[in-house]
């Protein structure tokens, strides 16, 4: 990526700039001392993420923000500033930033903006169809943050991803005694999760008619 620091404190820039050069993924970096040198730059130059000060010389940064996406509308924006009142991050958020740094910055906490300003970029250059669990990392959807789902007595979350891992490699199905099998618990604790994955409606299951004996349950993800 190529990345437009603007900061009036030559300093605090500095330290910005020399943080950026570690990072393998940065070809090259620029700065600017004010709102409107910042604009002329990135008419000029192809810049594929600003690190944007609030507080600049002859303008807010974050008035700018509009005229610098009419210059690039793929530009990403890390907004870095003093400023904790409540309206200006409602500002940010709205305006579309990326994220939103309060000064002083922690150097790790800008590792992982930069972090995510690298994965967005990647996204922005790809071409085709995509997943929802490349959505969910777009839009920072995280499942671990969500509220922790109650299961029944006798039913472990991890055992439960077990086994819905096993059965959704087996498009044809498996037994409880072939689950049981595959994760190492015993038959009757397979059933007792893949029963309850037809409870939630996860699974359902089939009748095999063997040669000899009584049919078996074969499961299968819905």
Same mark, same amino acid.
């Not at 004010?34 to 002329?40: D, K």
């Not at 498996?174 to 072939?178: I, L, V, W």
């Given at each position: 990526m190529n990345v437009l620091v603007a900061e009036d404190d030559y300093r605090v820039a500095d330290i910005h700039c020399q943080y950026l050069e570690k990072f393998q993924d940065i070809h090259y970096i620029d700065r600017a001392a004010?709102?409107?040198?910042?604009?002329?730059k990135l008419k000029e130059g192809s810049f594929d993420l600003l690190l944007l000060d609030v507080y600049l010389p002859d303008e807010l940064g974050i008035n700018m923000i509009e005229a610098y996406k009419q210059e690039n509308a793929s530009l990403q924006i890390i907004l870095i500033t003093a400023a904790t009142d409540m309206e200006m991050l409602k500002k940010a958020y709205l305006s579309g930033v990326i994220d939103y740094l309060i000064k002083p910055i922690a150097l790790d906490r800008l590792a992982e903006s930069i972090k995510k300003a690298v994965k967005?970029? &990647?996204f922005i250059q790809s071409q085709g169809e995509f997943t929802q669990h490349l959505a969910d990392q777009l839009f920072q959807f995280q499942q671990e943050n969500m509220e922790k789902q109650e299961y029944p007595k006798g039913i472990d979350e991890l055992t439960l991803?077990?086994?819905k891992g096993v059965l959704q490699k087996q498009s044809n199905g498996?037994?409880?005694? &072939?689950v049981g099998k595959d994760i190492g618990v015993s038959r009757t604790t397979a059933r007792r999760y893949l029963e309850y994955l037809i409870s939630v409606g996860e699974a359902k299951a089939e009748l095999e008619y063997g040669i000899v004996g009584?049919?078996?349950r074969k499961y299968v993800t819905e």
């Open positions: 004010n709102a409107y040198e910042t604009l002329s967005n970029h &990647q991803k077990k086994v498996m037994t409880a005694d &072939q009584r049919p078996e």
